[in-house]
Structure formats: structure tokens, C-alpha cells
């Protein structure tokens, strides 16, 4: 009981900040995308009420906001774990077999593509290239990157993760 | 004007700077296949069809898109474009449920036209679909997802035309879908239920939720006296579905196609349009006299209702408080038609004609029933009855002249403009001015709130005091005027709002044309004329000249605004959310 207050407390505050950052795109429909970006930054994901905010803010229709956030696999709809990690499904990345990286994650996590762990410790994405194709096949976890990775090579990397 | 003057097939075509090379085809007549293009509405070039060869370009080009420049030589139809359009087309074919026969675009669909016309004869791709999404829990709009080609111009529509902007393109790539937020459905967001995004469709997408089985099986049973109204824009758009050009004026034909349906009585909603016009001049001359909340904003349009609930919650005592013309009709029925007839009105079923598919939700609002049932039993849209008809047998074309039943098929001119921008108003003051001034008004054609555009506005002085009237159609252009009103920059004494363009004969429930005859024909110009033709030839033209609603009152309702007509033909309206719940 005490766990969810504070969790409901902390969320406000959150949508606190949200608000005081979409005061300076008061009005202007081109700053959807940084909007959105830094609201992401402060409450970890794009819940229903942030998505009204912005769409009050920026003066456009919820509609909208919620399809430039399925548009781009940056933007979450639910919240993500401590550690976010993403899988580069890029060109380079699928044909050096990203696609058995994943499920090897999907199998060591016991998630699929899209959740986060019970414990929301991990959450599991996929995205498109990262730029490092030269490392292929590639995963980031936050905001470090690993490369020319095997099935095998995964357990040892999450265990690196407390 | 700078002109521009460029090749297309060897043929020289000069247009004014600015043009895109399909608007240049299009004046020399040449023909591109189009498919995402609805003119003035959704021009992005999004699926590829109408691409051609410009000499100096690398790739085709899109023609929708793409300006003109001086000396530009286009070859519309080499076999590098006839490739690429097919090659596109089979692609959109090889994710499209191809239930054609079943479909009720089956004829009338653009990709089916298209396929015939491009000479598709096989789908040399075939592959994974979408997953099928239907949503039919509103009441008036059902979407298909396994028809949808991912045009946009449903969306296009939504947001800039009706300013509402409840569906857009989500996810991406292979997983798009247009829908509302989160998925929902239809019923669960500010939709309107205008059905603008019907009128707009290429394909079976988007369709009316069939109502006629239920109308079937009312028309079976003996023990039903089943009663229809058509609304006045039926009468200038029926025809259309049966070879009549459009706008054709089929007035004297309805009674009688449908009375062959095997309907007991035929009667118009004209005549509880011209109650209406009691009820509300009434309305509008008490708020006026007697300081009450002004402007009053009509309350015809279930569309631009739903709008006021969910968008403008703050305007909603400006509503008049009167029931629209069909859900009058709906409440006299079971009521005074019922005791007239010794009828007992549980026996009776209401059916409607509407040009619309808001209607459809109006009539399941559930504080429609003052008089212990419901108003109305089923709305159907005009294309609903033309599939009736077509099932019977009945071509509308062939039928002769025949006339509405009494007492609430009689009707007058001022009835039958209420399907046309404007119309409301018109009638209006051609009633308020007799009963303020008592002179007769001599001419009675306000012609200041007629027309296609988008907000007009006028003055009218009735006996001494000046009235100040806006009309808007289309809910952008309702906003405009709302936002004016809100910020106290205008000062109406009384406005009318359409929630459709055109009014009703540009509604969500009427025929469909494709993008290609809306380019030439504006349709709902074409109707409304027609609309003011029927008004010309009606002996009588005010409403309170009408005998049944001069009887009406004389024998049940007592006045206007009586207890009686307070209890039965007004209403009031529920704020909604502007977003939903997930």
C-alpha cells in the first residue's frame, strides 16, 4: 500500500515536470518529437496522460500524438525496465543472426519483444540500425554497446546487470 | 497569373505556376490513375499509382505531388509507368480481402475499378496479411481493416475537413492500421459518427452499420405498424443510386418505392422539420426577448451535437433545447398519431431515412423516448435503402408518382430545405419574421445564408431589430465560429451549424462518388441546388403555414413550448470526455 502512494506520489511529480518542460513548445505542432522525447526523459515512457499533455500543449489532436509514437520504436507505451535493452535489427545485424540473439534473450529473460521483466529489471526491444554495423550483431543496454555477439555470448552479459 | 507551359504525351498544356502535373493531365484530359488522391483534401502521394516518366528524372515520379515547370516533358503511359502501377496495385491487392462479391463497395470501389482498368489479371505476389481488425461497436461507423489500402484520405477528412482527428495511421510498415488512439474503437473516442470517413473511402473500409435486417423483419411481422420518414435530402440523392443524374429530384417517387417495401404508412420528415421551425423560432424569439442564453445554436445535426458534447461542453446551453425534425417525428408518432389511429403504440415502429449515420446514434440515445418509447426503432442511411430496393426489385426510376400519406407527410418549402446548408436558418426567419412583425414576408429567399461556403454570415432586420446569423457547415468551420463566439470577438444572435459539408445532402449516409467524379462535380452544390428547387415548386413555403402542424397544435400540443411540446419534443445534452479511458 505504501509502496503504490509513493509510486503514485513520484508519478505526479513527474507529470509536474512534464508540464513545466512543454511550456516552452506552448503552441508549436513542430516540436512533437523533441517533446516527446524529453517527457520520455523524465517519466521513462509515454502513459495516456503524458500523451494528453503534450497534445494540450502542442495544440494537436491526441490521434496525432499516439501515431508518431507507434511511428518510432524509440518511444514506449509502457513503462521499461532499470535496464532497457535493444536488439539493432538492422540490415547488417539480421543477416550476422540478431534474429537468434533475441530469442536467446527472449528465452533468458522469459519475455518477449515489447515487455519488461516482473521484477522491472529488463525490458527487451527491437530497433533498427544503430550505426555500428560493423560490430554486427549488436544489442545496447542503455547506453552501452555490445557487438559481434553469439546466443551464447548473452547470460554472461546480464549477469553484468545487478 | 504566371503560366507554365509543359508537354504531357507530346501534347502541350498550359497551366497556371504552382499546378501539379495531375491537375495539368487532368485539364488536357488525359487520364492518370489515382487512388490515395482526393482532391483538396489528401494530396501526399502515398501509393505510387499515378506516377509518370519525367524526361530528366532518374525515377518516377509521383504526378499528385510534383509541380510543373516550364518546358517539363511527361509521358504518362509508357510501359515503365503501366509497370510500375501494376506492379504497386498487385502489391495492395496481395494484402486486401478479396471478398468483392460480398463487399458493399462490390461496384463501387475504387481499387475494384482500378484493377479492371490497369488489366490485373492475375496477383503475382501472394503473402502474408494484416491481421483482420473489425470494430463495430459504435453505432453508426464500422471499420474493416482487411479492406483498408492505407490511402489516408479517411484521416485527411477527419482532421482537416471535420477539425475532429480521432483516427490516424498507427504502428508502422507492415503493422499500420488506421484507427483510434491505443486501438480503441470508434465507440470509445470523440468520433463524431459524421461518416465523413465513408464518403471519403476508396474501398469497403469504412461502412455504415447495416441496419436493414432489423427493418426486414419489422416489415414481416403483422403485428407491427411500421411507419417510415424520409428526410428531406433523400429526396435529392435516392435517385442517384438508380441511373438518375445527380441531385435528381425523386420527391414523388419515394412514397411510392416505398410503400411497394410494404411500409403502412409513408410519411416526411419535412413535416417535423416545419415543427421544428415552431418550436425553435419560438425558442430563439423567447431568448431574445427575455435575455436567455444567446447565441442559440440549432440542434438538427446529431453530429455537430456529439461535437458540442465532447468539444465545446461549455456552449451546450446555447443549444437549442429542441429534438432534431427526426426525433420529433419519432416522439408525435407514438404519441398523437397513435391515439388518432387507435393505435396502441407499442405496436408502432419507427423507421427512418436519413442522409446520415449520426442519425443512427441519435436515435439509440437513451433520453430519446419521452413518450415511454423509443423515438425512433431504426435509422438507415440513404444508401441502406437503396440496397432494400435493389433486394425488392424496386427501381426507383421506373416508379410512378405518388404522394406521402397524411397527416405528417404533409409538409412545405421550408421543411424541405433543412437538407441544405443554411436551410435551417432560412426557415427560421421566414417564420420569426411573420410572427414578430405580423406583415406577410414578401420575399421570402435569404438567399445571404445559402451556398457552399464555408461560414456565412448576414444581418437581417426583423421588424426593428437587427439579427445578427451565422451559418457554418463542416466542424473545421464550425470551430472558427465557435472560437469566435467563445472569445466574444462575434456577436450572433443566432447560428446554425451543419456537422456535414453541404449540410445533409453532403452527408455521411448518402451515395458515394469516387475522388474522380468529386474533382469534377462538387455534389453537394449539385444537391443543395436541387434542395431549393423542391423549396420553388411547394405551394406552401413558410412552416407555420403548414395545416398538419397548425392541427397539431390545435388538437394535442396546445402552443409551442407548451408543457405537452416540452415534454416531447425537447431534450437536453450530456458533457463527454475529449479523450478516452484506457
Not at chain 2, 511 to 522: G, K, N, V
Request: hydrophobic share 35%.
Amino acid at each position: 500500500m505504501e509502496a503504490a502512494v509513493k509510486k503514485d506520489f513520484e508519478f505526479e511529480q513527474k507529470l509536474k515536470m512534464v508540464d513545466e518542460m512543454l511550456e516552452k513548445y506552448r503552441g508549436q505542432r513542430g516540436a512533437l518529437l523533441q517533446a516527446l522525447q524529453e517527457a520520455q526523459g523524465i517519466v521513462g515512457y509515454l502513459p495516456l496522460e503524458v500523451q494528453k499533455k503534450v497534445a494540450e500543449a502542442l495544440n494537436i489532436t491526441l490521434s496525432e500524438v499516439y501515431s508518431t509514437i507507434t511511428f518510432y520504436s524509440f518511444f514506449n507505451l509502457k513503462p521499461r525496465g532499470k535496464y532497457q535493452i535493444r536488439v539493432c535489427l538492422g540490415t547488417a545485424c539480421y543477416v550476422k543472426g540478431a534474429n537468434k540473439v533475441l530469442d536467446r534473450l527472449e528465452k533468458e529473460l522469459g519475455i518477449k519483444v515489447g515487455d519488461t521483466t516482473d521484477d522491472a529489471k529488463f525490458s527487451l526491444d527491437a530497433c533498427r540500425c544503430v550505426g555500428a554495423c560493423g560490430l554486427a550483431p549488436t544489442i545496447i543496454i542503455n547506453d552501452e554497446v555490445y557487438g559481434r555477439l553469439t546466443p551464447d555470448k548473452v547470460p554472461e552479459i546480464l549477469q553484468k546487470y545487478e | 497569373m504566371d503560366m507554365v507551359t509543359l508537354t504531357i504525351d507530346g501534347q502541350k498544356v498550359e497551366v497556371p505556376k504552382g499546378s501539379t502535373v495531375l491537375e495539368a493531365a487532368h485539364k488536357a484530359n488525359i487520364k492518370i490513375p489515382t487512388l490515395c488522391f482526393l482532391k483538396g483534401i489528401n494530396e501526399i502521394g502515398a501509393c505510387r499509382m499515378c506516377v509518370v516518366e519525367v524526361k530528366g528524372a532518374r525515377a518516377l515520379q509521383a504526378s499528385c505531388v510534383l509541380p510543373v515547370s516550364e518546358g517539363m516533358e511527361v509521358i504518362t503511359n509508357s510501359p515503365a509507368v503501366r509497370e510500375s502501377r501494376k506492379v504497386t496495385l498487385e502489391l495492395l491487392l496481395s494484402d486486401h480481402n478479396l471478398e468483392c462479391p460480398t463487399c458493399v463497395r462490390n461496384l463501387n470501389c475504387e481499387l475494384q475499378k482500378l484493377s479492371e482498368e490497369l488489366g490485373i489479371k492475375s496477383i503475382r505476389y501472394p503473402g502474408e496479411k494484416h491481421a483482420p481488425r473489425y470494430d463495430d461497436f459504435s453505432p453508426s461507423i464500422v471499420r474493416d481493416a482487411s479492406k483498408c489500402i492505407l490511402c489516408r484520405r479517411c484521416v485527411s477528412v477527419c482532421h482537416k475537413v471535420q477539425g475532429v482527428g480521432v483516427i490516424s495511421p498507427n504502428h508502422r510498415g507492415f503493422n499500420t492500421v488506421i484507427a483510434p488512439v491505443f486501438d480503441l474503437s470508434l465507440a470509445e473516442v470523440a468520433c463524431v459518427n459524421c461518416g465523413q470517413c465513408i464518403m471519403a473511402c476508396p474501398v469497403g473500409a469504412l461502412k455504415e452499420k447495416d441496419d436493414t435486417d432489423k427493418v426486414w423483419q419489422a416489415l414481416a411481422d403483422p403485428e407491427k405498424h411500421v411507419i417510415v420518414q424520409t428526410a428531406p435530402a433523400i429526396r435529392v440523392s435516392l435517385g442517384e443510386e438508380f441511373g438518375e443524374g445527380r441531385g435528381a429530384i425523386v420527391t414523388k417517387k419515394l412514397p411510392a418505392a416505398l410503400r411497394r417495401l410494404g411500409f403502412d404508412k409513408v410519411f416526411d420528415t419535412d413535416f417535423s422539420a416545419d415543427l421544428t421551425i415552431m418550436e425553435e423560432g419560438t425558442e430563439f424569439l423567447e431568448r431574445l426577448q427575455n435575455g436567455g442564453k444567446l447565441p442559440l445554436i440549432t440542434s438538427c445535426s446529431p453530429g455537430w451535437i456529439k461535437f458540442c458534447e465532447h468539444y465545446y461542453p461549455e456552449l451546450l446551453e446555447n443549444l437549442s433545447t429542441c429534438k432534431s425534425p427526426q426525433q420529433m417525428f419519432g416522439a408525435i408518432a407514438k404519441t398523437y398519431y397513435a391515439q388518432k389511429m387507435g393505435i396502441d403504440p407499442s405496436k408502432i415502429f419507427v423507421v427512418s431515412i436519413m442522409p446520415c449515420t449520426a442519425k443512427k446514434f441519435e436515435a439509440q440515445r437513451p433520453e430519446m423516448n419521452s413518450s415511454g418509447y423509443q423515438d425512433v426503432d431504426v435509422a438507415l442511411t440513404t444508401r441502406e435503402l437503396s440496397r432494400m430496393l435493389k433486394e425488392a426489385g424496386i427501381d426507383v426510376s421506373k416508379l410512378p408518382d405518388e404522394e406521402f400519406d397524411d397527416p405528417l407527410g404533409i409538409s412545405t418549402g421550408a421543411g424541405a430545405i433543412f437538407g441544405a446548408t443554411g436551410g435551417v436558418m432560412e426557415a427560421a426567419l421566414r417564420t420569426v419574421y411573420e410572427v414578430v412583425t405580423g406583415k406577410e414576408l414578401t420575399n421570402i429567399e435569404f438567399t445571404q445564408v445559402r451556398g457552399v461556403e464555408g461560414i456565412k454570415e448576414a444581418t437581417i432586420d426583423v421588424g426593428g431589430t437587427k439579427v445578427n446569423v451565422a451559418v457554418a457547415h463542416g466542424l473545421s468551420n464550425a470551430r472558427k465560429v465557435l472560437d469566435r463566439v467563445k472569445s466574444g470577438e462575434a456577436n450572433y444572435h443566432f447560428i446554425e451549424i451543419m456537422c456535414c459539408p453541404g449540410g445533409c445532402v453532403g452527408g455521411g449516409g448518402q451515395p458515394i462518388l469516387s475522388s474522380e467524379e468529386r474533382w469534377d462535380t462538387d455534389y453537394r452544390e449539385v444537391r443543395g441546388n436541387a434542395i431549393y428547387e423542391v423549396d420553388r415548386s411547394m405551394k406552401l413555403r413558410k412552416s407555420h403555414e403548414n395545416p398538419a402542424v397548425q392541427t397539431l397544435y390545435k388538437e394535442f400540443l396546445g402552443k409551442p413550448l407548451s408543457e405537452k411540446s416540452h415534454h416531447l419534443l425537447h431534450t437536453h445534452y450530456t458533457k463527454r470526455p475529449l479523450y478516452p479511458e484506457v
